[in-house]
Nanobody
Framework: QVQLVESGGGLVQPGGSLRLSCAAS????????LSWYRQAPGKQRELVAD???????NYRDSVKGRFTISRDNAKNTVFLQMNSLKPEDTAVYYC?????????????WGQGTQVTVSS
């Protein structure tokens, strides 16, 4: 059973920074594409950034240049460094791990961590 546990959320002022972490257990971490999603109250969950097993990254336009996703396969952890935070970044942030074996896609979610950007 794959388990993902996020940490690092909190309250930060506009312009501040936070670093989210997501630790995985129960799987060969290096084979997975890892993603960060977020969901604000009353809105749909949206993809923030992802990183493939080969290290290729992708970001939604609104966070480009401010957020950086990275992974440490030795520590089974994916990170999201968030700089220049804005109130509109306020949301619950979730990590997801996804892999394909044969014809089946497997994906797992963490429980989420709250990020609040407010003065």
């Amino acid at each position: 059973q794959v388990q993902l546990v996020e940490s690092g959320g909190g309250l930060v002022q506009p312009g501040g920074s936070l670093r989210l972490s997501c630790a995985a257990s129960g799987t060969i971490f290096s084979l997975y594409t890892l993603s960060w999603y977020r969901q604000a109250p009353g809105k749909q969950r949206e993809l923030v950034a992802d990183i493939t097993s080969s290290g290729s990254t992708n970001y939604r336009d609104s966070v480009k240049g401010r957020f950086t996703i990275s992974r440490d396969n030795a520590k089974n952890t994916v990170f999201l460094q968030m700089n220049s935070l804005k109130p509109e970044d306020t949301a619950v942030y979730y990590c997801k791990a996804e892999t394909v074996r044969g014809k089946t896609t497997y994906h797992y979610w963490g429980q989420g961590t709250q990020v609040t950007v407010s003065s």
